[in-house]
């Protein structure tokens, strides 16, 4: 299993506290892994997490926190990175870049 414990850094809920746990299955790898990639972390076999995982602490990240009934669910949209922040601190968006393709 993966724990991802994530502290928010907006100023509506800021300092507070979100656990993703992913549960590494046959049939849950695939999200385990696009997580991952959404992090940032290129892995060429699943074991090397082990010693990689360091590199996870630390990133800031756009997530999406959905909750149907009882159940709750975190979905990591992507890495936010220097580039992705404007001067006012707002991120943009991938369609407001000037690559003409």
Request: glycine share 4%; with cysteine; aromatic share 4%.
């Amino acid at each position: 299993m993966l724990k991802l414990t994530l502290s928010i850094l907006g100023p509506q809920f800021i300092n507070r506290r979100l656990v993703h746990n992913a549960t590494i299955t046959a049939a849950t790898l695939k999200y385990v892994k696009r997580d991952l990639l959404r992090c940032g972390l290129v892995l060429a076999r699943l074991s090397d997490l082990q010693t990689r995982v360091t590199e996870l602490v630390g990133l800031k990240l756009e997530i999406a926190k959905k909750t149907k009934g009882a159940h709750t669910n975190i979905y990591i949209n992507h890495l936010i990175t220097d580039a992705s922040v404007n001067v006012d601190g707002d991120q943009q968006d991938a369609e407001d870049d000037s690559v003409p393709f």
